[in-house]
């Protein structure tokens, strides 16, 4: 059984074909004795500026004569093996339908397929090919596709994101999740980093490659295939209608619709689905320069060694009990529309694999409590955003350009600058005072004053904010039960992030995987 070394330090400037040697010497034993080096684990250590490390955890084989000195060093452990196993062979007829092909729908297809079960998958949007199309042209001239947009069509909402994979679970399905990726294309370093991300022009070729595994293991996917109905017979789901016009008959449907997929909740409202209000958070978009970010993390403009600087701030107010605090944070990235209605303004965050955009963007964001939304009822928060998604889009002037603001002027600070960004489709510079509800901009104003005292530099004549941030999180809970179907229709399995189950693309791939797992357990009793 490998050994585990945590905390090696080195320097930036070290290259990584060092780290058996250094290994070596720490460990006190000839290299020759040691093998099957490996990285499970790779971060940045900045805490002081002028002593920068990158931190290694490595897994390592240590010869025999070694192994019971290592064995007994308290600063070693044993690895313990947590290998996700493939499943055995389930033989089943039963219809399988997945609704959405974001993390939680293609991953619980390809947990399906290691089963040798099949699933029909339907998307609303458009495949990951056709789709980049629609959203340039969205992004180059304000004409949305309200199906095929950046919420909305293969690969999910995080094809047009910075691709971040970070999850707090130390669930070994997180780690198949990683695996899986990597063998479809993505970068095999993310298996150990820290911080892993994909980028977006590198995760879409991801999700092809996903497709056409899927394709050959007899699964049908079907693009620009809405859900708008499903027949319900005796208490099951018996079918799904899809574009208002074909029924197709289904024994377990899975739903992973996305977070933005409001008239499906509206139409589970409809079938008085058991549906539950849940917090989530609005905000602005924030952009400096990445350079600054850099000096502010690094203290320097940046080594070539190290990956551009990242940040994550919060404040928690003791007055009003609210938090303010980043999300979704793209070093290197863009800010971007990400509408999916007429009529309302949405931004987000979205970088490349190699994030070299002169600009570091950051959502900032207050929690919204269920006392805040709009209305009773279960879509009390998608009301809510609807509105302050409406009066952005109105502050913008039209054609989907977002309200921006300098900092120093959002804050009521002299010295502002002109409010700049990459936004696309564009943005107009106006007060962002009445973009959001004020409980939002006064904790955001507090929250922003102390993130510059946490950073030094981050309030700054060089930074915009650009509103708003509403997707941050399903403001919905589909109920379901400990065995993942929905407590008020059987063989129907909410899923990943829309359900409110699941929060960015690891944890909504893994909720994928679970509800795949349960729907083969099912079918293998049945014989």
């Not at 609704?99 to 297809?109: E, K, T």
């Not at 009390?380 to 309200?403: D, N, T, V």
């Not at 509103?467 to 379901?480: A, D, F, K, N, Y």
Request: with cysteine; proline share 5%; hydrophobic share 40%.
């Amino acid at each position: 059984m490998p050994f585990i070394y945590r905390n090696l330090l080195v320097s930036p400037h070290d290259n990584e074909e060092m780290l058996p040697a250094l290994l070596a010497d720490r460990l006190s034993v000839p290299l020759v004795s040691l093998s099957d080096i490996r990285i499970i684990r790779k971060g940045i250590d900045a805490r002081k500026k002028s002593h920068i490390k990158v931190v290694y955890t490595l897994s390592f084989v240590a010869a025999d004569q070694f192994r019971a000195r290592l064995a007994a060093d308290p600063s070693i452990e044993w690895q313990e093996e947590q290998r996700v196993l493939a499943p055995a062979p389930v033989s089943s007829a039963q219809r399988i339908i997945i609704v959405g092909s974001g993390p939680a729908g293609l991953f619980a297809a390809l947990r399906l397929a290691e089963y040798g079960l099949t699933a029909t998958v339907i998307e609303r949007g458009e495949a990951v090919e056709q789709r980049a199309l629609s959203v340039q042209r969205f992004w180059k001239e304000g004409i949305l596709d309200p199906e095929s947009n950046v919420q909305f069509g293969e690969g999910g909402a995080g094809t047009f994101s910075d691709g971040k994979l970070t999850c707090r679970s130390k669930d070994p399905l997180a780690s198949w999740v990683l695996e899986q990726l990597a063998a479809f294309g993505a970068q095999p370093e993310i298996r150990y980093l820290a911080k892993p991300h994909i980028g977006t022009d590198r995760l879409r070729s991801v999700v092809t490659a996903i497709r056409r595994e899927l394709l050959m293991k007899g699964f049908t996917v079907r693009f620009s295939c809405k859900l708008t109905g499903m027949r319900i017979t005796n208490g099951l789901v018996s079918a799904i209608t899809v574009n208002e016009c074909e029924e197709i008959p289904c024994d377990h449907l899975i739903l992973a619709s996305g977070h933005s997929a409001r008239d499906t909740f509206e139409m589970l409202e409809r079938l008085n689905v058991p549906l539950q209000r849940k917090p989530f958070a609005m905000g602005l978009r924030v952009e400096h320069p990445q350079e600054l970010i850099n000096r502010i993390q690094y203290g320097v403009h940046k080594f070539s060694a190290l990956p551009v600087a990242d940040y994550a701030v919060t404040w928690n107010s003791g007055s009003s009990g609210r938090s303010a605090y980043s999300f979704c944070m793209c070093p290197g990235g863009v800010v971007v529309g990400g509408a999916s209605e007429a009529g309302g303004v949405v931004t987000n965050g979205m970088s490349g694999q190699l994030r070299n955009s002169r600009f570091a963007n950051s959502a900032l964001v207050v929690n919204v409590r269920e006392d805040d939304f709009e209305g009773p009822g279960a879509l009390g928060g998608i009301r809510l955003q609807h509105r302050w998604e409406q009066r952005a889009f109105e502050l913008g002037g039209g054609r989907f350009h977002a309200p921006a603001q300098n900092l120093l002027d959002f804050l009521h600070l002299p010295g502002k600058g002109p409010a700049t960004s990459s936004y696309r489709p564009g943005i107009c510079e106006t007060e962002l005072d009445t973009v959001l509800p004020p409980f939002i901009i006064e904790t955001l104003r507090e929250g922003i004053i102390n993130f510059g005292k946490k950073m030094k530099g981050f309030v700054t004549a060089d930074a915009t904010l650009i509103g708003i941030e509403s997707r941050t999180s399903s403001p919905v809970r589909i109920l379901r039960d400990s065995g993942f179907e929905s407590v008020g229709i059987k063989r129907l399995y909410p899923a990943g992030e829309g359900a409110g189950y699941a929060g960015g693309i690891m944890s909504s791939a893994v909720d994928g995987i679970r509800i795949a797992d349960s729907i083969a357990a099912r079918l293998k009793v049945k014989g």
